[in-house]
């Protein structure tokens, strides 16, 4: 290749990488939207296969039963839910803003009830001051019911961007149900990777975000229907909330839902109810939370084969960077991470191995010989060279 030539090829792969990122840039406004419409698009694959198959070949048909299943099963049920719980949303900050909910009472409450050892340990850790944790709980908690109705009433006034958003994924939805497979082969086509680690990464991406989304969320559902279930079951006031919110906590394996229901077992202890404290313990600790040990691993572990302190940290670390989207987000890159370097020592093997075949025809051409395959010097040591 002469210089000309190189310089036109890396001229080319510098505007390939310009018009790439600009690309890229004017699709961050709809990363959300594209991001769901992938993920969708990747869950709902199998059905749209199968709808192919009965259809004779449609796929236009096909796509188009697909999406309309799509939202009425999911699309339709989030948009009733999130409005739900946004009035909730609404109604707990009214009880905190006028002091019909006070959490720093509460806390004041549970600490006067604790044995007087209990208390006198309390001291020692800098906890002795009640008076001073219960208004920063107080505050807190304002402060969060503050934060949560502002969100919600955005949400409420963003309902034009959220419709545009919303068209959005359900169009590139259309088309990446249609379309799917030949895009998946023109993309594959483009990656320069081996055929075998193509196929070994899409497997797994494909694999972490069904057992991703279908597990976490039919782990989240289940626990905060059934959170909410008990909650409406003993009177507590805005069940729906506090479901919605076990249902998003328990997204974190290990903890998740019990950051609510514990807390308001010690409530009821505190309070002289012991048999709703004990109803609310054994329900939350036998059902709540069999429904995590149980469920997730089966739904999620099995088939990312991630460790349950990995699922955890990426779960938290790609809530905390991609928001709502990180749940998803956070394993996925984990799960990649871990394919990429699964795949590393076979990749080195095969790169000594065509090195070792380029010094081969290197001598080659140098010597004007019949072509080798591998010289005994290149060639590595078995069993049999060993005895001899």
């Given at each position: 290749?002469?210089?000309?030539?190189?310089?036109?090829?890396?001229?080319?792969?510098?505007?390939?990488?310009?018009?790439?990122?600009?690309?890229?840039?004017i699709?961050i406004?709809?990363?959300?939207?594209?991001?769901?419409?992938?993920?969708?698009?990747?869950?709902?694959?199998?059905?749209?296969?199968?709808?192919?198959r009965?259809?004779?070949?449609?796929?236009?048909?096909?796509?188009?039963?697909?999406?309309?299943i799509?939202?009425?099963?999911v699309?339709?049920?989030?948009?009733?839910?999130?409005?739900?719980l946004v009035?909730?949303?609404?109604?707990?900050?009214?009880?905190?803003?006028?002091?019909?909910?006070?959490?720093?009472?509460?806390?004041?409450?549970?600490?006067?009830?604790?044995?007087?050892?209990?208390?006198?340990?309390?001291?020692?850790m800098?906890?002795?001051?009640?008076?001073?944790?219960?208004?920063?709980?107080?505050?807190?908690?304002?402060?969060?019911?503050?934060?949560?109705?502002?969100k919600?009433?955005?949400?409420?006034s963003?309902?034009?961007?959220?419709?545009?958003?919303?068209?959005?994924?359900?169009?590139?939805?259309?088309?990446?149900?249609?379309?799917?497979?030949?895009?998946?082969?023109?993309?594959?086509?483009?990656?320069?990777?081996?055929?075998?680690?193509?196929s070994?990464?899409?497997?797994?991406?494909?694999?972490v975000?069904?057992?991703?989304?279908?597990?976490?969320?039919?782990?989240?559902?289940?626990?905060?229907?059934?959170?909410?279930?008990?909650?409406?079951f003993?009177?507590?006031?805005?069940?729906?909330?506090?479901?919605?919110?076990?249902a998003?906590?328990?997204?974190?394996?290990?903890?998740?839902?019990?950051?609510?229901?514990?807390?308001?077992?010690?409530?009821?202890?505190s309070?002289?109810?012991?048999?709703?404290?004990?109803?609310?313990?054994?329900?939350?600790?036998f059902?709540?939370?069999?429904?995590?040990?149980?469920?997730?691993?089966?739904?999620?572990?099995?088939?990312?084969?991630?460790?349950?302190y990995?699922?955890?940290?990426?779960?938290?670390g790609?809530?905390s960077?991609?928001?709502?989207?990180?749940?998803?987000?956070?394993?996925?890159?984990?799960?990649?991470?871990?394919?990429?370097?699964?795949?590393?020592p076979?990749?080195?093997?095969?790169?000594?191995?065509?090195a070792?075949?380029?010094?081969?025809?290197?001598?080659?051409?140098?010597?004007?010989?019949?072509p080798?395959?591998?010289?005994?010097?290149?060639?590595?040591?078995?069993?049999?060279?060993?005895?001899?």
């Amino acid at each position: 290749m002469t210089t000309k030539h190189i310089l036109f090829f890396r001229s080319f792969l510098l505007l390939l990488a310009i018009v790439s990122l600009a690309f890229i840039w004017i699709l961050i406004p709809f990363y959300g939207a594209i991001f769901w419409g992938t993920v969708l698009a990747v869950l709902f694959a199998p059905l749209q296969r199968y709808l192919v198959r009965i259809t004779n070949g449609r796929r236009n048909t096909s796509a188009l039963i697909t999406l309309i299943i799509i939202i009425l099963i999911v699309i339709i049920p989030v948009i009733f839910v999130t409005g739900a719980l946004v009035q909730e949303m609404v109604l707990v900050y009214n009880r905190l803003h006028t002091g019909e909910l006070d959490i720093g009472g509460y806390f004041e409450q549970i600490v006067d009830k604790l044995p007087p050892a209990i208390k006198g340990m309390l001291g020692p850790m800098g906890t002795g001051d009640i008076t001073a944790i219960s208004e920063r709980l107080s505050d807190f908690a304002v402060t969060s019911g503050q934060f949560l109705t502002k969100k919600a009433v955005s949400f409420g006034s963003n309902t034009f961007q959220f419709i545009i958003g919303l068209g959005v994924m359900l169009y590139l939805l259309y088309f990446l149900l249609r379309d799917g497979q030949s895009l998946t082969r023109r993309i594959s086509a483009l990656v320069p990777l081996s055929d075998e680690q193509k196929s070994h990464l899409f497997i797994k991406f494909t694999k972490v975000v069904r057992a991703t989304v279908k597990g976490n969320i039919a782990v989240a559902a289940i626990q905060g229907a059934l959170g909410g279930i008990i909650f409406w079951f003993l009177g507590i006031q805005g069940a729906l909330f506090w479901g919605v919110l076990m249902a998003v906590l328990s997204l974190l394996p290990a903890v998740g839902a019990s950051l609510i229901w514990a807390p308001v077992a010690i409530y009821f202890v505190s309070e002289g109810n012991y048999v709703d404290a004990i109803i609310l313990t054994a329900f939350g600790t036998f059902v709540i939370g069999l429904t995590d040990n149980l469920l997730r691993p089966t739904l999620v572990g099995k088939d990312t084969k991630i460790p349950d302190y990995l699922i955890l940290i990426s779960t938290l670390g790609g809530l905390s960077i991609f928001g709502l989207n990180g749940f998803v987000i956070g394993p996925l890159i984990t799960a990649m991470f871990m394919a990429c370097w699964a795949l590393f020592p076979q990749a080195m093997k095969d790169q000594d191995t065509y090195a070792m075949t380029d010094r081969a025809w290197t001598r080659h051409r140098q010597h004007k010989k019949q072509p080798p395959t591998l010289s005994q010097a290149d060639t590595p040591p078995t069993e049999t060279t060993t005895k001899r």
